[in-house]
């Protein structure tokens, strides 16, 4: 294929997946897709439940969500022949090339998942310019994970194309639920990356601009997302106050108690109570609170410790209030360290692309979190390489904005970029 | 009329009323019915907001919900003559029987307002057997106000017809919201009572079976709705938590510290944070926080002393926060204790009806709440007796439950006996 | 004796009673006198830890305090056969008198215990002019219990010159630490009231004037006076707060959720957080709390619902925080009605003392506590009769104030009264 | 003077400042002592008041405390013709030689107060060996500011002998109540560096051991101490909780939400209720409440940011129940960074003394506060330089312990140090 067919393939995929987004573990049509495209390529295929450990999956949708995400991707295209692996909501898909010649597994993450944000109508956003807006009211590609997307297949397809030139095994690891970092630990506990020497995840964008990369992001909070549900006993706030169990006061001194959780003299914490509901009338004693909470760590340690303590005011709050409380992890991500010796070689390798102006070592700058944090963790644990690298675009605005927009121009130099290093860790 | 008729007509208005329920300040259609029918009978009118103080009118309605009723009670029947003087939502009438004879002003309360339930389906209920259910999914009368609105009607029909065997002046009130205790203040500080001497206040029902009668009842507790908004800041709760303004926090705290009032040595107290909403996100610090509170004492003195720390408690959590703090008195009632001597005269004249086998002079089992409570204090304020009548009748469910129906052979008798006790009175 | 005699000697105990006052469970000066002066009328004694039942023993002063209080008695007069009984600190006394004549078995209730008050130093004071003011600065009995035994001590006089005319068998009480409720419960564990068929307990004062006589005073409150500990950990605010375990942040959280506890339909309900004592240093995370709680009811079981709720907070509180709770009961009283019955012969008697102008039949209007309640609802348990009676007296102060002084007329009526009691109760 | 009479002299000063510790403004027989010295030398002085701002002061002694202390410096050798300048409280001193050479003004500082600890018995304690122990008990030198007194006049004594190798002006800065970060910012306030080109704060050991230097010590944080009264009223907790303003209720809501304070994104931020002391019975509404507060910042913005939310939560508080607040700030320091061109320069001084085997350029270890940050931030700002020595010395525990005590070796070097600092800086 010509590298103007390949950039052509690129944009093409990424504007379908664009106009066609879909939320975390939802991700049918796409991932369906994805299947269809490295299966006609030649790679052997583990899908869904065949990687990921149902039990570590966190904040899985309802039922409901998952009945209605069927009929939609089937509505939409999807590929009939692998909808049916993805269609219970474990949409996590490993795609491995033999290259039949020695040497060390090399894996790489790509993520899938859109975010519950509504594009934006303006006319002048690129995507309702050229005609791959959003088509779903609500759902919107905000953070670039239609480009990822995109420059998997577009490895796959280099991969497979000059393999002659490879050595060892490639590992193509296409994560569902980035977002909320809910589907990484699933996919690591199944075992996925057990077997891999180098890892390497990448994001675009990041206020990195175009032209520049960064060999190994560092700064990753550690972080637990936390829904929880007190529930009490009703009745009548008049009548007889004594016979009900506050559910709320459980939660607003849970609240309350959970902000004063004191900080950590090891590095910086977060902790904010995003979301409370509660009740159900003026003059009846709420029975049932509803609270959303997320935490963060400089390191996995404080985000830890933070997490013990709201866990502990939690429990504290219940027995107040005579209350029942339910706990549910709906998110988690590690902090992790990328591993220098990778990050030079890629460091280097990246170095050489002419279209990479300027390339760093190392960034520490970001405050976000990312779930890629447990295959990198899983890998450097059983003594392999892992970091997370960055290919810098222009955006129209910043990840998660209605009006985000990245620069197409990132996606060859990032397939090539990832095929050069595929291929130089191939010799070691 | 005969007996028979004015029977038959009681319960066609009660299934009419029953039928097209209205909740507080949206009695359109019902009222412009009631004004048709008074006007027809001759009592002069004064209508809406000729007999309502706006400023004291609580708990309004958005203006989009008294626009929708607007176009509804048009669609529904409503009388087209008397439908402007309510499409404000000022939907209060007093009506005036100038005897022509000496004596006392005499005036009775009728409350029109329905409950935001939805009407039971089952087949047994009898509104579902006979046709007359709600035809407004979500709206009801609960409480029996479709019966006060018929036995109003039919009071004043009997008053024209006898009106030579009365004397002084007989007043009609019909009041909007009671429910939320929302409506009377308005009225009664627009003045409608100031020249009345007795006051009688009417209710079906209320634990008191068929048959028995209470001549006044005690016990109604002083109470205050209120709907608090804290509005903060928000903020990145990872990025900058120093630059939000928590808005939940300022809501939790206020919320124990409003459940934390000291009680009152003079009797009962009650405050209850029903609802609490508050954030958008799990990692934004929330700009906003809504409460639904509601206090009570067991008199006027209590309820405002609770009144008054639950707004030093909001105003003071607002300071805490760095928030601003809008609170909304949305429903008010009084505790206001019966005059003996009327309820005397009353009890003699219900003794002698036919129809109640038992009366009762004074009750005082109640711990709800009632605005009619405005006008029994104005009226005693000015040197005039007042007091709270029930009419016993059998329930299919209680006050405010979606089965909730009554007997309606109270309606007959009930409106003799307020006839009588207007002629009773006529004569002091 | 004649009545001049009585009277004198009445005088003088009350007076020394009140010269050297001892605090509850301390009374080791008291007591052994009271023991001698029963002995030699030839009362048959249960004396100390034979009539007290230790683990039911609440608020018990420290060893120390136990020790101190031994060499304080030997030095002021203490009487030296009876103190060995007394000097652990269990200071009751039941002497039992039987008359030879079957009867039923009727039981007076004297307290004994003084008040951590400092008594009036202003010359006009009584004590102060006549030379019995306590001698111990910080105590002093101010709220009669001197009188109170006394009046005992005078009982018993009479009862044993004219037992002749007794039937049955008499006991007289005589209890600890009545002031903060903490002495009956051990008694009436014991067993002390468990052949008991008329009880009385009685005080002076109490609001009714000189020659006034109440028969039955209900309206006591239930009450439990609480002492809680948190343990946490200390460690530095600076350098490594997550190391601590907070128990003030514990103590300030369990402080708001206490008073926040919901008000009980069933009737008046108090709590208070009345002291709250932590941290050792500005820079150290506190790793102690103590808390002085007190909670009442208008009925025990009222009373129970507060402390179930105040221990399921304290408990919580812990939780949250990491922290140990203890919880001491330090004071307890029930809440009981008196046995109208009973009230009614008692009634009878004193209304033909000449001295007494004015009987009541009951008095509901106290707000206080009382631990007679544990002998009163004992007795009535197994189904005998049980009252609390008052002798009014006029006060130069109110009880518990420093200038707490009697009018000590009311000493023989009182006297005789009860003989009057004992002896018709001797009939039935 | 020879050294080996320096060094005698040094050590005699330090034994004898320890023999008699002295709380913070209360150094009254220190400063007199110093004073006394410094004018013997011919320095010309400034006194007292005359270098301290009053309005400046935090948490100044009580007048009691400052009239006892005067009587016991008089008692214990003070110099009676200068203690009459320091006998309210204001103990700061200014010594200033002109050298009578053009040159810049170079101002050193010292710190003089003892510590509130009770200095150990143990037999082996130096101290206790060598018959200087603190004769005060509960008062002790535990962090070494006796020994920067006698470096303070032995540098004077050097500077005074050797003038003529000197330029420029040097002041010699004492300084009251560094313990707590009470005393510098009265003296920065009152001018005394607003003349000052280059400044030296030094401090001996710091976990620096014996023989190493730093030129500049970064990472102090910036810290408020507050002492906090909320005023209520109070009342019966059973007869009449309405009546009561609950100051407890206020200072407990008030401690939950000072430690929810959000944290700052720009860096650590630490806050401690460390006492809370509230009540005065268990039945008594509280009317008074004590709270004992330090906050800190990784910078004096961090540190300000939390002030202000400390004060809003607190009005706030006080706002909810009723009370007043006072808040008293009883301590203050700056965050501040060295200027890295002095630290040069003293880096190589000191790496030229023979006795310094190691010079560290930067040390930010550090977690505590210094107030000497009031003198660097002020002469900063007028463009001057300003750094915080660390002279290393061996511990025989960590400063602030009972047991601390100092290897004496430390005090030459560290004159003849400074003096070369003064001499060097003399030539710029």
Sequence with gaps: MTTEDLTKRLKAWRRDFHKYPELGFLEMRTASLVARELSSLGFSLQLGEEVMEK????????????????????????????????????????????????????????????????????????????GFRSIVPGKMHACGHDAHTAIGLGLATLLKEQVNELSGTIKLIFQPAEEGTRGAKAMAEAGVVDDVDYFIA????????????????NG????????????GRSSHAGGAPEEGKDALLAAATATLNIHAIPRHSAGASRVNVGELHAGSGRNIIPDKAEMIIEMRGETSEINEYVKEQVESVLRGA????????????????????????????IHNVAGKHPFIEETVLENSGSSGSEDATYFMEAVKKRGGLATYVIFGTDLAAGHHHEEFDINEEVLLPAVEVLYGVAKKLGEK
Tied chains: 1, 2, 3, 4.
Aim: proline share 5%; net charge negative; with cysteine.
């Design 220 to 231: 990753f909070l550690a972080t637990t997302k936390m829904d929880v549900t007190f529930k």
């Design 318 to 345: 219940a027995t107040m209030y005579n209350n029942e409380v339910e706990i549910e992890i709906v998110g988690e991500a590690l902090n992790s360290r990328c591993s220098k010796e990778l990050a030079e070689i």
């Design 55 to 130: 039990s570590a999956v966190m904040g899985r949708p309802t039922e409901r969500e998952i009945e209605e995400q069927v009929r939609w991707a089937k509505d939409h295209g999807a590929d009939v022949e692998f909808l049916p692996y993805f269609q219970e909501g474990y949409t996590g898909i490993v795609a491995t090339l033999e290259t039949g010649r020695e040497g060390p597994t090399v894996a790489f993450r790509v993520d899938m998942d859109a975010l519950p944000i509504h594009e934006t109508e303006k006319p002048g956003h690129v995507p309702n310019q050229e």
């Design 202 to 217: 990448s994001h675009i964008g990041m206020d990195v601009p175009l032209g520049h990369f960064v060999a190994s992001n």
